[in-house]
């Protein structure tokens, strides 16, 4: 784009003005130049090779509208040469080197400028008694051009999103809202963004990833769901998480801007265990096997949480529990059971019937740790009579 007569001096120079043909050649070249730089298009140019030499997409572009505005100074705009002997050829003078200074930033214009030419004056001076003609001859470039490599969309040129990770802290059994994987994503485009479909893996407890969720994890639509109370977690179950213990599971996805910018991301769940109800089991057997004292009587202990709740002791066997001489009788603790046969003392009856008889423990019976038990045949109750002493309680954990 032509920005300036090839002709100034027949066709712009006033004779008539005060001001010098330099004067005018300055200001109106630089007037010129000016109004050629913020055209809209030439601006572009500017901002591309501010872009191009390092600025981001953003200053450059703060750069282009500083330029559509005029707020930029010019420098260097001419080569020059003199000369007594006649006009001195373009060929002959260095190029100028014009710079833009804009938003502190210094610009070669040269890339965006062609059409070299010249305007030669002369002028008289006196030496001494002697009338010398200076010849005055200025260089400067009269056209825009498109600078090399120049792209029309360098602006447009998508930048990809960011995200920082999440981490979330949750706690067993309490109800955890859900997490959106786009939480902390940025698009510096103003794109809309979405998590690619299929990019999602798990890894619980630092072990390999995979692409299946663990059963107390859901993902829809790029939000995540944590069943805090899933059997998973609860006593029993593939990981029975418990008061103290944390879980941690990562997943790593990736988000798109839609116009082929993505980048990676991760969340960490790490869910802090809760209390749970536990079940605690023991038994102890015994077989009668003759009448001494210590072939029909028992004794022993089960080791018990001292905070165990919800106790039973079920006291069952085989056993010749039918005349009224024939008895079984001990102590749970400080509870008692007794089983008595009903038939008169001489029935010489000696079969092995089942009985059974449950004892209910109080919070108290556990405090010590223990559970006391023991207990004795008659010596009328035949051999083989057998009783099993079977402890269940509950305690937290």
Do not use: C
Not at 255 to 274: F, M
Not at 331 to 341: K, M
């Amino acid at each position: 784009m032509s920005f300036f007569t090839t002709s100034f001096m027949s066709d712009g120079y006033s004779a008539g003005l005060s001001q010098s043909a330099q004067g005018q050649l300055s200001s109106n070249y630089t007037n010129a130049l000016t109004e050629a730089l913020k055209d809209a298009t030439v601006a572009d140019y500017i901002g591309f090779l501010t872009n191009q030499a390092g600025l981001s997409i953003d200053d450059a572009l703060a750069v282009k509208a500083s330029v559509i505005g005029g707020d930029f100074t010019l420098t260097g705009l001419f080569g020059a040469a003199q000369s007594k002997t006649g006009a001195v050829d373009g060929s002959s003078i260095a190029d100028p080197a014009p710079k833009m200074l804009v938003n502190g930033v210094e610009i070669d214009l040269a890339a965006i400028l062609t059409g070299l030419d010249t305007e030669t004056w002369s002028t008289v001076q006196a030496n001494g008694k002697k009338l010398d003609t200076i010849y005055h001859t200025r260089e400067f470039y009269t056209d825009t051009q498109e600078p090399a490599d120049y792209n029309a969309g360098w602006a447009n040129t998508n930048q990809p999103p960011s995200a920082e990770p999440i981490l979330k802290d949750l706690t067993e059994d309490v109800v955890a809202s859900p997490i959106d994987l786009l939480a902390t994503a940025i698009d510096p485009d103003g794109g809309t963004l979405s998590v690619i479909a299929g990019s999602l893996s798990f890894s619980v407890a630092g072990g390999p990833e995979s692409a299946t969720p663990p059963g107390y994890v859901t993902v829809d639509d790029g939000v995540v769901t944590v069943d805090t109370s899933h059997p998973d977690l609860q006593p029993g179950g593939a990981i029975d998480l418990k008061l103290g213990e944390t879980l941690s599971v990562v997943v790593n996805y990736m988000i798109e801007d839609g116009q082929g910018g993505s980048t990676t991301n991760s969340l960490t769940v790490q869910v802090a265990g809760a209390a749970d109800i536990y079940t605690a089991t023991d038994s102890f057997s015994f077989q009668k096997t003759g009448g001494g004292e210590d072939e029909r009587s028992f004794s022993g202990f089960f080791t018990v949480d001292p905070e165990g709740f919800d106790g039973v002791v079920t006291v069952a066997g085989d056993a010749d529990l039918n005349a009224k001489n024939e008895s079984l009788d001990g102590l749970i603790d400080t509870h008692s059971f007794e089983f008595v046969g009903g038939a008169p003392n001489s029935s010489t009856t000696e079969s092995l019937n089942p009985y059974s008889d449950a004892v209910t423990l109080s919070d108290a019976d556990f405090t010590d740790g223990t559970i006391a038990f023991n207990g004795e045949f008659s010596q009328q109750v035949a051999n083989g009579s057998s009783i099993t002493v079977q402890l269940q309680y509950d305690y937290w954990a």
